[in-house]
């Protein structure tokens, strides 16, 4: 720390943040390892109240008929259970891992608009806060003209026209009272939100790349992350003014979505998929990426087909734009259109496959290390080629007319986005903890975590194929006793508590590790990429100097060479490396000088919460509130430097 | 460790085994028990489309299974071969998946089209949605009734439908897949059903409140009875009742409770209110009632007359604090209406 | 911009924060193109009510967008003074940039308040709520470059004056605004023309 030079205060508008321990050097950090362990706890305790929402569904479910949730709770319940999960768990998990690794491994010192960084996330916590504040403000009740036998209580009081809030039953007819305007004005915030954050990866990316780190050089991390901040930047316009057309049919009496005034309900979801699959591909190319991190690095070999890798995340990214009415096969859409999207749909499937087939390649013939990452990133394969597959049965339109609606549908995207996405994001967890924490987390916990899931999840979600095929709709507070369906029911509502309680052993695990774990060696992993050159934890400035990279996975070609027969050789001189390594990374020679913290990202965010009630209760007072933080936000910002000046004006008068 | 990794795949292996013994009998709701040519079309393309998928599943699991046995890390075992890639192979698993897909999407299009064509000599029937329940139509015939579809057995039937408010999604797993009923615009649907028999529908779209309580059903007659049905529902139901009868006093309170405002009884109140409701003329004729939720018996109307939202919540029909008395009255005027 | 100047990076040329805002400028083609998509849709439906046809004035607008199209020369004048150095041309341009980014706004303004007067509002039809929602839109960005202009002007008046590689740099605000300006162009083709 001693070389670090302190920052000199200056009065701005307010005097410069210069905590760097404590709750406000956490509020006004620009550090984007800063940020994103607070992405990660933000999204983890999102992701902790989107669970226990699935379980109060699953005990609703749990028998027929059952009356433990009303028809209003239930709908508010997966209405806010699918946005969660979506807005507020997986991408700003993914987001952590974005924010954390990008610029360890580029080598860059952080990303590119470190103060937007902060914006970006700030904004994200505004946005998710502005929309749980409908459990306390909104308000939720029948349609216009229809009749309630109860109150809607607290918990109803949610958004309920499903995370997808089909036009026009998410309309003010259909869907009165305020719940839904939280939910349009909250996904608009954090869709700003990401928007800031892809608009700052895809900058970082291109020119904040260390010396030598070409484009084909760059972890396939790296790669994916890049393909989803492209996703973001192209798909989320196109939910936004969606989103503002819903506002607009909401608060100011349009007719986007209404038939009545000449609008079209099909035209949402249009828009609304050509967002929604794209944000498919955004939740779960990051999980490609951790996979392809972890299973050259566990199998002691290079990824297969690093080429084909990356343009085959491109690939499905690319033909992402080109799917979305698949998810309307039911539609009101042409057979010739059906035709057309089921084949592009199929074609999706090849790019998917190749990434699969690489990864198999990656582990055939290798020295598979069998820890908790690894596990992980093997049930991802074996979980993801099930939701894969059961995606390709959605591409045959006739079959997918049967499937749709069902939770035939609710299965696949589960097996994609939990076997996927989440079992990637949990062995990235696993992978990275040492980088993050400097200890190590204890393995036996974390593969007793890694057998309850994988038991609990395909309990959950297995069964869900067959009761989908044979006749459960998805979305339905009840069913019938007589369609046969409560066995499996159970079974899935008992997989549910299954998996919350691998859930818990995964924190205890985390709580434990990162007080008395082991102290994490230099490289534990025996790793191949450059953030693995660096001290655990990560020091404040991440590189000491620049790194130059000569080669893909330069640090695996540092410390290994090959023999005549291809095998790797661990070069006689690794092991002084890595002793240099420490010694250089904990020691710079040069001064560093860092993006100072700031209250401008913080205060900035803060404001558009109040746009947001103001546009729902139509309150002047609440706007200028809003108004007057985003203008003190953004001039303060504009004049305020950077990196501070060591000596200045002020001080020297 | 490899202990647990040999129960995990064997896992993996038996999970399609288990999907096969694991199917529901007797689910009325089964897509998979198909009961008519369109359904039984759709059936065979997901059956072989599925077992395609097993195999590719296997495939792809034996490679990982094997893997992570015969290429564990055991003592010993010097450092892998350092292989980046193999153009010829990774050319194949990406052209062998094309020509599957391919050899797949033959028939997929075909059945696209021919799902969509309209019968020849169908039976024409309009479906309206409507929160929360289906409303029938059929325009030959000029009769109007709600949650039990009839239709003749072993003819192709074609649905037009619209919905007059949200977004309903028509299905009768048995007999076809679903098709949206949109607000202004038409949609198509062809139903056949091979035999006599009753079928489940459900609305599957997300709709509102009380969405998982729309439901439906098809009853689809031999020829003969479905004229007699046909002639049945053309004719009015029976204004004047025997005088001081207990349906009589139920007509009564059918007339000055409110429930004219939404109900109609053709021959006793043919005037449609702005809000629409099922059509009551054969209400005793159907066996199911409330958007299909409900078995049409004595029990259940009385809970239903009693307080509409508690059993739908955020129904169109209110509480109308009927007494007993006349709640009983109702439901034997409504018994007689055949 | 982290890590001091003297870290070195892969070259790409192209300054990070003009990168920054290409980024962010081809987003924004997809939120006009769908705002547009939108309003083309409807256009050629069918619907009963008063329709854009009937209460547009297409000379008044040709000027206004006229103005608004003066404003880019201007602004590629203001980057040129400031090429050469020349901080009092520089913010005399950058005002006139504002000014007339400001009368078209007016003259929107004045576009809107005849048209509500003609029963025109934007809840009446389809029609009207995607005119105004596109044009508003557009509007919204013209307003946001006018205080961006404005601002620049003001942190000229002080007295480093204005560089190329300042905070708020002339440049990418150039950028913004010539963009807002040619996506005028295509809204009144799109929304009058056609």
Redesign the interface.
């Known amino acids: 720390m001693t070389k670090i030079i302190e920052p000199a205060k200056r009065t701005n508008i307010f005097r410069r943040p210069s905590s760097e321990y404590g709750f406000w050097s956490w509020v006004t950090t620009v550090d984007h390892k800063k940020i994103g362990i607070m992405y990660g706890y933000a999204a983890f305790f999102f992701l902790l109240i989107g669970g226990l929402e699935a379980l109060v569904l699953r005990i609703q479910l749990a028998q027929p008929d059952n009356s433990f949730l009303?028809?209003?709770e239930y709908?508010a319940m997966f209405t806010m259970h699918g946005t969660t999960m979506v807005f507020l768990a997986i991408m700003p998990i993914s987001a952590a891992f974005f924010n954390y690794l990008l610029p360890l491994q580029i080598g860059?010192?952080?990303?590119?608009?470190?103060r937007l960084n902060a914006l970006s996330f700030w904004l994200w916590v505004a946005g998710g806060l502005f929309l749980y504040s409908t459990f306390i403000f909104g308000t939720a009740g029948?349609?216009e003209?229809?009749?309630?036998?109860e109150e809607v209580g607290w918990l109803g009081n949610a958004p309920?026209g499903?995370w997808f809030g089909?036009q026009?039953?998410a309309g003010f007819k259909?869907?009165p009272g305020t719940a839904m305007d939280y939910w349009a004005l909250g996904l608009q915030i954090l869709g700003i939100s990401s928007?800031v954050s892809?608009?700052?990866f895809?900058?970082t990316i291109?020119?904040?790349?260390?010396?030598?780190?070409?484009f084909m050089r760059m972890p396939v991390f790296t790669w994916m992350t890049f393909a989803v901040a492209f996703l973001l930047?192209?798909s989320?316009?196109?939910i936004?003014?969606?989103l503002?057309?819903v506002t607009?049919d909401r608060q100011?009496?349009?007719?986007?979505f209404l038939?009545e005034?000449?609008?079209?309900?099909?035209?949402w979801q249009h828009?609304f998929w050509l967002f929604g699959h794209p944000e498919v591909y955004i939740l779960i190319l990051p999980a490609f990426g951790v996979v392809s991190e972890i299973l050259p690095t566990f199998?002691?070999?290079?990824?297969?087909?690093?080429?084909?890798i990356v343009f085959a995340g491109f690939g499905i990214a690319f033909i992402g734009f080109g799917v979305w009415a698949h998810h309307m096969f039911?539609?009101?859409i042409s057979?010739v259109a059906?035709?057309g999207f089921?084949?592009s749909t199929?074609?999706i499937?090849?790019p998917t496959?190749?990434k699969?087939?690489?990864w198999?390649?990656t582990?055939?013939?290798?020295?598979?290390?069998?820890k908790t990452p690894m596990l992980f990133a093997?049930?991802f394969?074996?979980m993801f080629?099930?939701g894969g597959?059961?995606g390709?049965?959605h591409?045959?339109?006739?079959?997918?007319?049967?499937?749709?609606?069902?939770y035939y549908i609710v299965a696949h995207f589960h097996y994609v986005l939990f076997g996927g996405a989440m079992f990637g994001i949990f062995g990235g967890l696993y992978y990275w903890f040492p980088k993050v924490w400097g200890r190590m987390y204890n393995e036996t916990l974390g593969?007793i975590h890694f057998?309850t899931m994988?038991i609990g999840f395909?309990l959950t979600f297995?069964?869900m194929?067959?009761?989908g095929?044979?006749?459960?709709?998805?979305?339905?507070?009840?069913?019938?006793e007589?369609?046969?369906?409560g066995?499996?029911n159970l079974i899935v509502s008992i997989g549910a508590f299954i998996i919350a309680l691998s859930i818990l052993i995964f924190m205890a695990n985390w709580i434990y590790s990162r007080r008395k774990g082991e102290k994490a060696p230099f490289d534990p992993w025996d790793a191949r990429t450059i953030e693995w050159t660096i001290p655990s934890p990560t020091p404040v400035?991440n590189f000491s100097k620049?790194p130059?990279v000569k080669a893909l996975d330069d640090f695996w070609h540092a410390k290994?060479d090959?023999d005549e027969?291809?095998?790797?050789?661990r070069r006689d001189t690794a092991d002084a490396l890595l002793l240099q390594l420490e010694e250089e990374g904990l020691n710079p020679e040069e001064e560093?000088?860092?993006?100072n913290p700031s209250y401008f990202p913080i205060i900035l965010a803060s404001g558009l919460p109040f746009f947001g009630y103001a546009v729902i209760y139509k309150s002047i007072p609440l706007a200028l509130i809003g108004a007057v933080l985003l203008l003190v936000g953004s001039f303060g910002w504009?004049?305020e430097?950077?990196?501070e000046e060591f000596t200045t004006k002020e001080e020297e008068e | 460790?490899?202990k647990?990794?040999l129960f995990?795949y064997k896992?993996?292996s038996v999970?399609s085994l288990?999907?096969l013994t694991?199917?529901?009998?007797?689910?009325?709701?089964?897509?998979?028990s198909p009961a008519g040519p369109y359904?039984r079309?759709?059936d065979e393309?997901?059956w072989l489309?599925?077992w395609i998928?097993v195999g590719?599943?296997f495939l792809?699991?034996g490679?990982?299974v094997f893997?992570?046995f015969y290429?564990?890390?055991m003592p010993g075992?010097?450092?892998?071969?350092?292989?980046?890639?193999?153009n010829v192979?990774?050319l194949m698993?990406?052209i062998i998946?094309?020509l599957i897909?391919a050899a797949?999407?033959v028939p997929?299009?075909r059945?696209?089209?021919d799902?969509?064509k309209e019968p020849e000599d169908a039976l024409k029937i309009e479906v309206i949605g409507h929160?929360w329940w289906f409303e029938y139509k059929y325009p030959e015939y000029g009769i109007t009734t709600a949650n039990v579809m009839v239709i003749p057995e072993d003819t192709p039937v074609r649905l037009e439908m619209w919905s007059n408010?949200?977004?309903h999604?028509y299905?009768v797993?048995k007999l076809?897949?679903?098709?949206?009923l949109?607000?202004?615009?038409k949609?198509y649907l062809n139903l056949h059903a091979d035999g006599a028999d009753e079928f489940?529908a459900?609305?599957?779209?997300?709709?509102?409140?009380?969405?998982?309580?729309m439901?439906g059903r098809v009853l689809s007659l031999t020829q003969e009875d479905f004229e007699k049905w046909i002639n049945n529902e053309k004719l009015n139901a029976e204004k004047d009742l025997p005088e001081s009868s207990l349906a009589a006093e139920g007509q009564q309170v059918y007339l000055n409770a409110g429930c004219t405002q939404c109900h109609v009884i053709n021959g006793v109140w043919d005037i449609q209110g702005d809000?629409i409701a099922p059509n009551l003329t054969h209400f005793a004729n159907r066996n199911v009632f409330a958007g299909a939720?409900l078995k049409n018996n004595k029990e259940n109307l009385t809970k239903w007359l009693a307080?509409?939202?508690?059993i739908k919540?955020?129904?169109?029909?209110?509480?109308l604090e009927l007494t007993e008395k006349e709640i009983e009255a109702l439901i034997a005027y409504l018994g007689t209406l055949k | 911009?982290?890590?001091?100047h003297d870290?070195?990076?892969?070259p790409?040329g192209?300054e990070?924060r003009k990168?920054?805002m290409w980024?962010?400028l081809?987003?924004?083609i997809?939120?006009f193109?769908?705002?547009i998509t939108?309003f083309l849709?409807?256009k050629g439906?069918d619907?009963p009510?008063i329709k854009l046809t009937d209460v547009y004035d297409i000379p008044f607008t040709s000027i206004s967008s006229f103005i608004l199209l003066m404003s880019s020369l201007t602004m590629v004048l203001a980057h040129n003074a400031l090429e050469n150095e020349d901080q009092e041309k520089t913010r005399v341009w950058l005002l006139a940039t504002a000014m007339l980014g400001a009368i078209f706004l007016a003259g929107q303004i004045y576009e809107f308040t005849e048209f509500y007067h003609k029963g025109f509002e934007?809840?009446t039809?389809?029609?009207s709520?995607?005119f105004y929602?596109l044009t508003g839109?557009h509007g919204l960005h013209v307003f946001i470059g006018v205080v961006f202009l404005i601002?620049l002007w003001a942190?000229g008046q002080r007295q480093q004056g204005l560089s190329l590689d300042g905070?708020?740099n002339l440049e990418f605000i150039a950028l913004y605004w010539h963009f807002v300006d040619i996506v005028w162009i295509v809204l009144f083709t799109v929304v009058y023309l056609i």
């Open positions: 009303s028809a209003a709908n860059a010192r952080d990303v590119a608009f470190p029948a349609p003209g229809g009749y309630l036998a309920n499903g089909y026009p039953n259909y869907s928007l892809a608009f700052n895809i900058v291109i020119n904040m790349r260390t010396k030598g780190m070409r930047a192209f989320l316009p196109i936004a003014i969606a503002f057309y607009f100011f009496g349009t007719t986007f038939t005034g000449g609008g079209d309900p099909v035209l828009l199998s002691r070999k290079p990824l297969f087909g690093y080429a084909a039911a539609s009101a057979p059906q035709a089921g084949l199929m074609v499937a090849v496959g190749v699969i087939f690489n198999l390649g582990i055939w013939g290798g020295k598979l290390n069998l093997l049930g394969i074996g080629v099930i597959l059961s390709v049965t591409s045959i339109v006739p079959a997918d007319t049967q499937q749709t609606d069902t593969q057998w994988m395909n297995g069964p194929h067959w009761l095929l044979q006749g459960q709709v998805r979305r339905t507070w009840v069913y019938a007589e369609t046969n369906l066995f499996w400035w620049a130059e290994y090959e027969e291809g095998r790797a050789v560093i000088e860092l993006p504009a004049i430097p950077l990196e | 460790m490899n647990k990794g995990k896992n993996f999970l288990i999907f694991a199917c529901i009998e007797n689910a009325p709701m089964d897509s998979l359904a079309q759709i393309l997901f489309t599925f998928a590719v599943f792809v699991m490679v990982l893997s992570v290429f564990r890390d075992k010097p450092e892998p071969k350092q292989i980046h890639g193999n192979l990774e698993w990406t998946p094309v897909l797949i999407a997929t299009v059945t696209i089209f799902l969509a929160q408010d949200v977004l999604n299905w797993p076809n897949g679903k098709r949206y949109v607000p202004g615009q949609t489940w459900q609305c599957g779209e997300y709709c509102g409140l009380s969405h998982s309580k439901r809000r939720a307080n509409p939202p508690e919540p955020g129904t169109f029909m209110p509480n | 911009m982290s890590g001091g870290y070195p990076h892969e790409t192209v990070t990168l920054g980024v962010f081809s987003t924004e997809l939120f193109g769908t705002l939108t849709l409807f439906r619907f009510g934007l809840s039809n389809i029609f709520s995607t929602v839109f601002g942190i905070g708020m």
